[in-house]
């Protein structure tokens, strides 16, 4: 899937006439995720890393960890980037009842909605896990994965890069977390690299969009 750059930029152009210098070329997009966070340290350096490269990702925190670190979650909007839930206790959910489920949503979502002035917070299950109870409770739609370089596993930097590049095609969503220096690193790193190959970085809501799709609740996406 590629797409014009055009959807990125400032309405300021008539339709069918592109401002002089705008990119014409169909890009490459790919969107990073992260997991876990916030965490303050490495969250804060992995915006300004990202707000260096202008390259906007999307954060499905964990509730609990909201607390203390209120300014990590404005800068996520006010600097373009895409804010989810992943659970108040990082919990599977297939493992709840249904008002649990509702309390670890509804209470992430509400701390969410507090700091952002924003409403709509798409879920990501901890460790991918979905069931037909799930998908009929939620009323987001649930946002998976197509490419993991398993950052958690060994911190190796070299080889969380190594695997984002040699797995990552138009159109992907990459698992990463934002609570690891190394991960950070990682993503930095990758983002350069990509950048240079011409990959465009984009939200998860961006790149479904480009994608032609409208999200429905219930909805695996990855
Ligand atoms: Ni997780």
């Not at 390259?55 to 609990?64: D, K, L, M, R, S």
């Not at 804010?83 to 206790?89: L, M, N, R």
């Not at 998976?144 to 695997?163: A, F, Q, T």
């Not at 969503?173 to 930095?188: K, Q, Y």
Request: a negative charge; glycine letters at 8%; aromatic letters at 8%.
């Amino acid at each position: 899937m590629a797409v014009f750059l055009l959807f990125l930029l400032p309405e300021r152009q008539t339709p069918g006439r592109p401002a002089q210098g705008e990119a014409q070329v169909d890009m490459p997009m790919v969107a990073l995720t992260f997991d876990d966070g916030p965490r303050t340290d490495a969250t804060a350096r992995l915006l300004d890393g990202l707000a260096l490269r202008e390259a906007p990702a999307t954060f499905f925190v964990v509730g609990n960890r909201i607390a203390g670190n209120e300014d990590l979650i404005r800068r996520m909007r006010d600097e373009g980037h895409q804010i989810g839930i992943h659970t108040f206790d990082h919990v599977e959910v297939t493992k709840l009842s249904r008002p649990d489920f509702d309390l670890q949503v509804g209470k992430t979502q509400a701390l969410l909605a507090s700091l952002t002035g924003e409403g709509e917070f798409w879920l990501r299950p901890p460790y991918g896990k979905v069931d037909d109870s799930v998908r009929q409770w939620t009323d987001s739609p649930l946002i998976l994965w197509s490419v993991d370089p398993e950052d958690w596993k060994d911190h190796d930097v070299n080889r969380i890069v190594g695997h984002i590049l040699s797995h990552v095609q138009d159109g992907d969503i990459i698992l990463m977390h934002d609570i690891f220096n190394s991960s950070v690193d990682a993503a930095l790193q990758a983002v350069d690299a990509l950048q240079a190959q011409g990959y465009c970085f984009v939200t998860v809501e961006q790149l479904l969009e480009a994608r032609g799709i409208r999200p429905q609740a219930g909805e695996l996406y990855r």
